[in-house]
């Protein structure tokens, strides 16, 4: 590894790039909470200028070779080294684009959608966070760093999530992500010291070549390892079983669940699974445990979503499962599915939960049915945005989510097992089905609602604010649409990086991309004959069997489960044997010192104020034991 | 000196250790100045075998002056309980406490 740290153009345009996000956090805490103009400023400026800089380093390595490192010694204890530094590659640009360009439009929007909150300045204070924590962590040229930045995005979005934390479920739902996230990366860094002890090293480069990995683990501890990383991964993406939070954290400001569940939090497990995509491939056992704990997530998480009346719960739900599918087409082998999916789903994920968030922030409601009730398909901007993400999650041609499923579809075609593709078909199927029953409750309510349509929620619809928030549900629109044209120069781009056997053969069977289309088509015209059409009665075939439905509203009963283990192992078998210590064992001691002194006092006291002959036989014995010990002794 | 000096220290003490028993254990005002007074002439006794002992004429001088003493002080003691005697018509020590805690002397 070459350690350069010279000042080049490259360098400088990474520290743009991640250093005012940081420093608008400090001066939007510190300085500017009192002023939420100036604070929204600050922070929308640092956003901005790292999304010059990701965009001028894309443009500059434009068909890079070899990766780039700079990489500094940040500490060396004995003699371990640990670096801090950046390892630009196809991969980190992409993703670096990505983030920045979300988390910059997401703030853009939320001065439309926050405007008058009183805790304004903290929010853009904890947005800068937010977004400097994920662009550190693309940009991580070692996994101790990558677990670092990972601990602060997992910081940032327990703030973001319990930002209303006056709300009691707000708060819970906080301190519930941030817990159960908190269980996966205790495996991550498990897998983390592992690899240090075996390796010596935690250079991403050096973890993605295989002679390095192979001279250094036995392939058992390949699979351990990465099991345990992938542990982490399970927790930061919401995957089985760790993926109830996810649902929960809704309870933050909508454009917060736009960002977290685009290009941030979520993202970043997939991410770290893409950044070590060399190492995991070298264990077989652990891809299939990936595909399958993929696979699982995406049919659970879909099944939810078919049940949910909460709007941004039912996109949650399709996080959860769209994230099962690239972890399913990573696993499967096939790096550029899984990492173009991912690119995809940032851009039409955010776009669905920000035109919700505009009916949300219209109607002051979550519930589908009432939105449509009350007028959902008067807001044309916002309607027409969501019909496109909407699109773009189903799988309809020409939108970007169309490209990256069916790259997945056909890598899942050519495993030896036919079950995995028709899983993956299932699943897609659901997600279209579950995407337009939503899109129907509102674009064909059956009752309409005439009073109070336009009383805002939160009354205050400045010039600023709703213009603000279509311009960027327009430019997401835009970048949906357009995505999947540049599937070509995206691939052409991350190839050569990666090595051939790396990036995965990808298949192109004519039929697919006909028979995928059919297969959303169809479900699209299920949904519309159930919840759409004009005599239908808005029950879907779910909700026909009563013990199916129950089952999926709650959640496979896995919230219950965990609700049962904490209760019965954590509150009566850990917590209770230490309350019964400290209340026995050691509150015992301290007070039977007490009561003991006590008790000796009051028989010395005794001593003073009952009869003389006590006195004189404590004398007595004291004289006794005098002479015994000096007459004896010596 | 017929008798051994050990067999009169050991007789001495042994009248002390009655005399103190007798002190700390009995519940009457008179038999407690009885054992004081025992445990008197307990320390006299060791003190006439003592002048024997080393053929000093001091000894038995001392144990006239103890004797002395001894009759006054019995006589006082007595005189004081049976003036309690008279006070509360009991000479159990733990009734005058309970008299003196009671503020009736």
Same mark, same amino acid.
């Given at each position: 590894?070459?350690?350069? /740290? ?85 991969? =980190? ?10 988390? /910059? ?19 853009? !204070? ?120 996810? +649902? ?25 699974? %893409?950044?070590? /995509? ?68 940032? !851009? ?27 007028? !959902?398909?008067?807001?044309? =901007? ?20 169309? /490209? ?13 097992? +036919? ?72 691939? %052409? ?19 697919? +991309?006909?028979? %995928?289309?059919?297969? %959303? ?73 007490? !009561? ?39 | ?10 007789? #001495? ?61 019995? #006589? ?13 018509? #009991? ?15």
């Amino acid at each position: 590894m070459v350690s350069l /740290f010279h000042m080049d153009a490259s360098l400088a345009a990474v520290i743009v790039a991640l250093l005012p996000p940081l420093a608008a956090f400090g001066i939007v805490m510190l300085a500017t909470r009192p002023l939420p103009r100036l604070s929204a400023a600050i922070s929308l400026g640092a956003a901005g200028l790292s999304l010059l800089a990701a965009v001028y380093l894309l443009w500059r390595h434009l068909g890079m070779q070899t990766p780039i490192i700079f990489q500094m010694t940040w500490l060396h204890p004995g003699t371990l080294q640990i670096p801090f530094g950046f390892l630009l590659d196809p991969t =980190s640009l992409v993703m670096l684009t990505v983030v920045s360009s979300i988390s /910059f439009l997401v703030q853009v929007y939320s001065l439309g959608y926050m405007a008058g909150d009183p805790g304004f300045s903290r929010y853009f !204070g904890c947005m800068s966070l937010f977004s400097w924590a994920m662009l550190t962590l693309c940009l991580s040229s070692s996994l101790i760093q990558i677990f670092i930045f990972w601990e602060l995005v997992g910081l940032a979005s327990y703030l973001l999530i319990g930002f209303w934390f006056e709300k009691f479920s707000a708060s819970e739902a906080g301190k519930k992500a941030f817990v159960m996230t908190r269980l996966g990366d205790v495996a991550f860094l498990l897998g983390l010291v592992l690899i240090w002890l075996q390796m010596g090293s935690l250079d991403i480069t050096n973890l993605n070549t295989p002679a390095v990995v192979t001279a250094y683990c036995s392939p058992s501890m390949i699979t351990l390892t990465g099991l345990l990383i992938f542990g982490g991964i399970v927790g930061k993406s919401a995957q089985f079983p760790l993926m109830t939070w996810l +649902p929960d954290a809704m309870e933050g400001p909508t454009p917060v669940s736009a960002l977290l569940h685009s290009a941030t939090m979520v993202a970043a497990g997939v991410y770290l699974f %893409a950044r070590l /995509f060399g190492y995991f491939s070298l264990s077989p056992t652990l891809m299939t445990i990936c595909l399958a704990i993929g696979t699982i997530s995406m049919l659970l998480a879909s099944t939810m979503a078919m049940v949910a009346r909460d709007i941004k719960q039912v996109w949650a739900y399709s996080t959860i499962s769209q994230l099962g599918f690239m972890l399913m087409g990573l696993g499967a082998g096939s790096f550029f599915a899984g990492v173009f999916h991912l690119v995809t789903h940032a !851009g039409f994920k955010a776009l669905l939960f920000l035109s919700a968030g505009v009916f949300i922030h219209h109607f002051d409601s979550n519930d589908m049915e009432t939105i449509g009730r009350r007028g !959902g398909r008067k807001l044309k =901007s916002a309607m027409i945005c969501m019909i496109v993400a909407a699109g773009a999650l189903s799988g309809l041609p020409p939108l970007s989510g169309f /490209f990256s499923k069916e790259l997945i579809l056909g890598r899942l075609l050519e495993l030896d097992n +036919p079950l995995w593709f028709l899983a993956g078909a299932a699943g897609a199927f659901l997600t279209a089905y579950y995407t337009f029953r939503l899109v129907c409750f509102i674009a064909f309510p059956k009752t309409i609602e005439t009073t109070g349509t336009d009383a805002g929620s939160h009354g205050n619809h400045g010039s600023i604010g709703p213009l603000a928030m279509n311009g960027v549900l327009w430019i997401l629109a835009g970048a949906t649409a357009a995505l999947g044209f540049i599937q070509e120069p995206i691939l %052409a781009f991350i190839k050569p990086a990666l090595g051939a056997e790396l990036s995965g053969s990808i298949g192109h069977h004519g039929w697919l +991309p006909v028979a %995928a289309c059919l297969l %959303a088509a169809l479900a699209i015209g299920l949904a519309w004959f159930e919840f759409g059409r004009k005599r239908c009665r808005q029950i879907g075939f779910v909700e026909r069997m009563p013990v199916l439905a129950k089952l999926f509203r709650e959640r496979w009963y896995l919230d219950r489960c965990y609700r049962l283990m904490l209760d019965q192992l954590v509150y009566k078998g850990i917590s209770g044997l230490f309350t019964w210590n400290d209340r026995k064992v050691i509150d015992g001691a301290v007070d039977g010192f007490g !009561g003991a002194a006590v008790r000796l006092g009051g028989l010395i006291a005794r001593l003073h104020t009952t009869m003389v002959q006590y006195r004189l036989m404590v004398m007595a014995l004291v004289v006794v034991l005098l002479i015994l010990t000096f007459g004896l002794g010596g | 000196m017929i008798v051994p000096f050990h067999h009169v220290v050991l007789l #001495s003490s042994m009248l002390f250790f009655m005399g103190l028993f007798c002190t700390l254990a009995r519940k009457n005002l008179i038999m407690i100045l009885l054992g004081v007074e025992i445990m008197l002439n307990a320390g006299a006794l060791a003190f006439v075998g003592a002048a024997l002992r080393w053929q000093q004429i001091e000894g038995q001088a001392i144990v006239l002056f103890v004797l002395a003493v001894a009759a006054t002080e019995v #006589s006082v003691g007595l005189a004081l309980i049976v003036s309690i005697y008279r006070r509360t018509g #009991s000479v159990d020590p733990e009734v005058q406490l309970a008299a003196v805690e009671e503020g009736t002397p």
